[in-house]
C-alpha cells in the first residue's frame, strides 16, 4: 500500500484536488485498458465534486460508473445515493444508460439485491473464480464514528472476506455495500473527508494501534494507492 495524506485549506480545494486525480487516473485507465471504472460514495461532501466532473468534457462512453454503498431504498427516494448522483452528474451528460451500474434496491431482500450486484461485478470484470475485480478508483467518505461506505463498527459486515458485497446495517436499517477486501483490490481509493466533527476518528484511524472493528476505516489498506484528502477543519491535529 501507497498512502499519501494531504490537508488541503478548505472543501473547495478539496473538491477541486479530488478533480484533478479522479481525471488523471481516468486518463491512465483509457489509455492503458480501454476504460475507466469509479465507484462512487454518497453524503454531502461529494456533491460538489460530482457537480464538477459533469462539467468536463470526457470520453463518456468510455466510462462506467458503480456505486461503493447505497441505502436499501427505492432509486427515487430522497436518500438515494444514485438518485443524488444523477441529480450533479449523470442526468447532465451523454454516458450510455449501459455504463450505469446502479445497486439493486428492489428485491425481496437485501441478501438477494447484494448477491444480484455481486454477480453483475463479477460477469462485468469477467473474473468468476476468487480473484476480486480491479476498479481503477474507488471514492470513499468517512463517517464521524469511522465507518466508510455502510462498514459501521461492530458490525457483521466486517466480518465478510470472501464476497464482494455484503449487507450493512445502520440503525436496524439495511445498506449494500462493498466489502472491505474488495475496496482493498482498487488500483487506487481515495477517502474525501471534512469538517472538525471528524477529528476524534481520523486519530484513531491514524494511530498505530487501534481497534479495527471499532474505527472500521482502518480496514481500507488498498493493494493499490490510498489517498486521504482532508480540509483544514478535518485535518488541524494531524499537521506537523
Known amino acids: 500500500m501507497n498512502k499519501t495524506v494531504e490537508i488541503l485549506p478548505d472543501q473547495p480545494a478539496l473538491v477541486a484536488r479530488a478533480l484533478e486525480l479522479i481525471l488523471s487516473k481516468l486518463e491512465t485507465a483509457i489509455e492503458q485498458r480501454g476504460q475507466f471504472t469509479i465507484a462512487l460514495s454518497g453524503g454531502s461532501t461529494p456533491k460538489p465534486l460530482y ?30 445515493n444514485e438518485l443524488m448522483t444523477r441529480r450533479a452528474w449523470l442526468n447532465h451528460v451523454d454516458i450510455p444508460a449501459a455504463n450505469i451500474h446502479p445497486v439493486p434496491t428492489l428485491e425481496a ?15 462485468f470484470f469477467n473474473s468468476p473464480g476468487v480473484e476480486f475485480p480491479v476498479l481503477d478508483v474507488i471514492l470513499l467518505g ?13 458490525t457483521e459486515a466486517l466480518k465478510v472476506r470472501d464476497r464482494l458485497i455484503t449487507v450493512g446495517n445502520k440503525d436496524g436499517n439495511p445498506r449494500i455495500s462493498f466489502t472491505y477486501p474488495f475496496i482493498n483490490s482498487a488500483r487506487s481509493v481515495i ?30 489498506q488498498p493493494q493499490g494507492k490510498l489517498w486521504w484528502l482532508l480540509d483544514a477543519a478535518a485535518g488541524l491535529e494531524l499537521q506537523t
Open 51 to 80: 457537480e464538477a466532473i459533469a462539467n468536463q468534457k470526457l470520453p463518456w462512453d468510455k466510462i462506467h460508473v458503480f456505486w461503493g454503498d447505497e441505502r436499501y431504498v427505492p432509486s427515487d427516494h430522497p436518500d438515494s
Open 109 to 123: 431482500n437485501p441478501e438477494l439485491a447484494a448477491a444480484k450486484y455481486e454477480q453483475h461485478l463479477k460477469e
Open 142 to 154: 468517512m463517517g464521524d464514528d469511522a465507518h466508510t461506505a455502510s462498514l459501521f463498527p461492530h
Open 191 to 220: 477517502f474525501l473527508v471534512a469538517g472538525a466533527n471528524k477529528r476524534p476518528a481520523l486519530a484513531q484511524v491514524f494511530a498505530p494501534i487501534a481497534d479495527d472493528f471499532a474505527y472500521p476505516s482502518r480496514l481500507i
